[in-house]
């Protein structure tokens, strides 16, 4: 499975943007960038997902390199409730496979009052 | 309110004691599946359901059964539950499995074995 490489953690300050980066080298034509995040004490929840095209939605943007071997996830204005591990995910889009989410370690991004 | 449900939140066992975690959801999810989240070694695939009467084994499935007789519960069982098996675990489930699909997490079921 194509492996993502994510900066252990990060900080920001809040009502800043934040920018978490997610390295991707052995992305194939077929895989989707997913983002989920895991708040404190709950569930991994859904943030973004993407293919080619940068996409944004209520929570986030997702922005996809030209080649694909990387990604930014950015939240537009850090709040205190955006503190959490951030992980980035590929998913083979390709129909094989379990559908399965494949979690690394993570970002953990903490948010500075 | 959609959502995934898990039972109990928290459990001490001892070794040995039959268990099972109950997993609901309400969204008329076919894909379901259980992951256990241990320190260092992130979330693995225990196992998964693709529709009723459909499992599969994931990454991690040794000493855990699951059944799927109705599409909104999926239960995870561990017969004779170790030590090894004190974990954080985790229920999901999505519309179809499909990789541009969502997955829904439970709240998670802290477990204990002594």
């Known amino acids: 499975d194509a492996k993502t490489t994510q900066p252990n953690s990060m900080e920001s300050n809040e009502e800043e943007p934040v920018h978490l980066p997610c390295n991707h080298s052995?992305?194939?034509?077929?895989?989707?960038i997913h983002w989920y995040r895991q708040l404190p004490s709950q569930g991994p929840e859904y943030v973004i997902h993407?293919?080619?095209s940068n996409v944004n939605n209520r929570m986030a943007s997702l922005a996809i390199a030209e080649d694909r071997k990387s990604s930014t996830l950015i939240l537009h204005r850090a709040t205190l409730r955006d503190a959490a591990v951030y992980y980035c995910?590929?998913?083979?889009?390709?129909?094989?496979?379990?559908?399965?989410?494949?979690f690394g370690k993570g970002t953990k991004l903490s948010v500075i009052p | 309110e959609a959502q995934v449900t898990q039972n109990p939140r928290y459990l001490i066992t001892v070794t040995g004691k039959k268990l099972t975690v109950t997993c609901s959801q309400n969204?008329?999810?076919?894909?379901m599946s259980w992951y256990r989240q241990d320190p260092g070694l992130g979330l693995r695939q225990i196992y998964y359901?693709?529709?009723?009467?459909?499992?599969d084994k994931g990454d991690v499935p040794e000493g855990y059964k699951v059944s799927r007789k109705e599409k909104r519960n999926f239960p995870l069982i561990l017969e004779s539950p170790s030590p090894n098996q004190t974990s954080l675990y985790f229920c999901?489930?999505?519309?179809?499995?499909?990789?541009?699909?969502?997955?829904?997490f439970g709240p998670g079921t802290r477990l204990t074995v002594l």
């Open positions: 359901s693709m529709n009723v009467e459909v499992t």
């Open positions: 995910i590929l998913r083979d889009g390709s129909g094989a496979g379990s559908y399965q989410l494949t």
């Open positions: 969204m008329n999810h076919e894909y």
């Open positions: 999901a489930s999505s519309f179809v499995a499909a990789s541009t699909d969502t997955q829904y």
């Open positions: 993407g293919l080619t």
């Open positions: 052995t992305i194939s034509g077929t895989d989707y």
